[in-house]
């Protein structure tokens, strides 16, 4: 179950990248960027931009579970089976199911079309999501199939999967990108729905499974930069500390990822509340003060990096759109 397919990155690894997008994810962080990932089933959403109100989706659900009035689409998610006769029925395109089912030859077929950009600059397929370790059998037959392609593979992943789980990635990810949210287990617990014991024994069991492999492989920590929630001089310190004492070996890059609102509209789409709705963008000071805490906590400076939009590079506030497919951070 793929939530999408997102070319031309170059966030996700080095290079130039395809990214594969999987639904489901363990973990339920507060702040998640990317909600419509969360859920391993399809979702339907409504772009009220789009619709010319025909309403020839109402008389299309065989559910009665959408109605239409001034306010807008009301999706009655108890009732909607996501079918999704109702987004192959709409005119406007207003109406679209997040999540389809894939083979893993038909994904292998689509992304090997963006090998050229990959030649070119080193880039390869990164597997993120949701967590990749959610679907670990198709994630690993797709890895797989990717490598007997030749080409360079990246799983991204929060880390909250089952050992087992990881087994079936590592022999085929070229490269690891790893979540490192909180060092606090309470806190963990609060913020993503679990504590976060599982998540540091699966990083080492990557960095065990790095050492004991010859042909060279990378293992990139992340970390979001979350205000009133991981955003602080006490976690980066801890964070750091730990890397330092179990994993400095193997570790080729530490990334602060800079706190992102642009994700407000897909709450609203999915109908969720957003703790972090009217919370701005970090100042480029707070990232600067952090990544500094960072270099100075033992891990080798020269790997941490910054990433993300911060207030001051912002000239005006930011501004809700209706284009989810741009969004994914
Ligand atoms: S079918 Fe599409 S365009 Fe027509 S009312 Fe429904 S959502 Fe709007
Ligand atoms: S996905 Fe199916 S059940 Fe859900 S609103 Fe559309 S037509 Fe109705």
């Given at each position: 179950m793929i939530l999408e397919i997102v070319r031309m990155s170059t966030e996700d690894g080095p290079g130039i990248r395809t990214t594969v997008f999987f639904k489901g994810c363990a973990l339920k962080c507060a702040?998640?960027?990317?909600?419509?990932?969360?859920?391993p089933q399809p979702q339907l959403v409504w772009m009220g931009n789009r619709?010319?109100?025909?309403?020839?989706c109402l008389s299309a659900c065989p559910e009665n579970s959408l109605d239409l009035s001034e306010a807008g689409m009301t999706i009655d998610r108890n009732r909607c089976t996501a079918c999704g006769i109702c987004a192959e029925e709409c005119p406007g395109t207003a109406l679209e199911m997040l999540g389809k089912a894939w083979t893993v030859d038909a994904l292998v077929n689509e992304v090997i079309k963006d090998r050229a950009y990959f030649e070119t600059s080193g880039g390869g397929v990164t597997l993120s999501g949701g967590d990749p370790g959610f679907q670990s059998e198709f994630a690993g037959g797709l890895l797989k199939a990717l490598r007997e392609k030749g080409l360079h593979t990246a799983v991204d992943t929060c880390g909250y999967c089952a050992p087992e789980a990881l087994d079936r990635l590592l022999p085929y990810a070229a490269m690891v990108l790893f979540d490192l949210k909180l060092m606090d287990p309470e806190a963990h617990k609060r913020f993503t729905g679990h504590a976060n014991p599982r998540i540091l024994d699966n990083l080492r069991r990557v960095a065990d499974y790095m050492r004991s492999h010859l042909h060279p492989r990378q293992l990139w920590i992340r970390t979001p930069i979350i205000p009133g929630a991981t955003a602080s001089a006490e976690n980066i310190t801890a964070i750091g500390q730990w890397i330092s004492a179990n994993i400095n070996d193997v570790v080729t890059r530490w990334d602060l990822c800079a706190f992102n609102n642009l994700c407000r509209d897909k709450y609203r789409r999915l109908d969720l509340q957003w703790p972090f709705h009217d919370a701005p963008l970090l100042e480029a000071s707070v990232m600067e003060d952090l990544a500094e805490t960072a270099r100075q906590s033992g891990v080798n400076p020269d790997i941490v990096f910054t990433s993300g939009a911060t207030r001051l590079q912002t000239e005006s506030p930011q501004r809700e759109t209706d284009d989810v497919s741009a969004q994914n951070v």
């Open positions: 702040w998640c960027h990317n909600p419509e990932s969360i859920s619709c010319i109100g025909c309403r020839t």
